[in-house]
């Protein structure tokens, strides 16, 4: 059985270098950290493909020119609940934040579920492209993020929120 290639990029983003990953035709990580690291050592080559080239471009329009084009074609790759909350993660419009409750019951579980969806968030795997820096406590703690608080406040701000309320945690 043959390990498919992988294909790796850095990408100076405004928050700090940021490691993306792609199979020949999806993306499948956008890492502010390096936990991703060894994956793209071990079974990726720094290189360019078209799936890396769109969603370079897609961050460069998130970035630079405030907006959010089409998204590169990716592939999840997580348990059938992650994938879920993902999904729901692009229903949350530029420039406005959900708690991770009312992700839960726009999702349809009952509000108890919130410490699993944030779970999930926590393991989303493409940072920024699905917007998990938008999901906030529902009494206005920021919650984790894999880039860091920091970056999820900056992301936040950069999206015309009103960041004076949250909380770090």
């Known amino acids: ?49 078209a799936v890396l080239d769109a969603t370079e471009k897609w961050l460069n329009d998130y970035f630079y020119a405030g ?35 009312d992700l839960a019951v726009r999702l349809g579980y009952s509000p108890k579920a919130a410490r699993a969806v944030g ?9 920024i492209l699905l917007p998990c820096h938008r999901v906030i406590g529902s009494t206005g703690k920021l919650g984790g993020y894999a880039g860091g608080q920091s970056a999820k406040l900056k992301l936040l701000a950069h999206e015309g929120v009103d960041t004076a309320g949250l909380k770090l945690t």
């Open 1 to 49: 059985m043959s390990i498919e290639q992988l294909y790796c990029r850095y990408y100076a983003s405004p928050l700090g270098k940021m490691l993306l990953i792609a199979r020949s035709n999806s993306l499948c990580g956008i890492y502010f950290n390096q936990r991703a690291l060894p994956l793209a050592l071990n079974r990726g080559i720094f290189t360019t493909n």
């Open 67 to 101: 907006k959010e084009g089409l998204r590169p074609p990716y592939q999840l790759n997580g348990t059938a609940f992650q994938q879920e909350v993902w999904q729901g993660l692009c229903f949350i419009r530029w420039g406005h934040t959900l708690s991770y409750r």
């Open 119 to 127: 779970s999930a968030c926590g393991k989303n795997p493409l940072s």
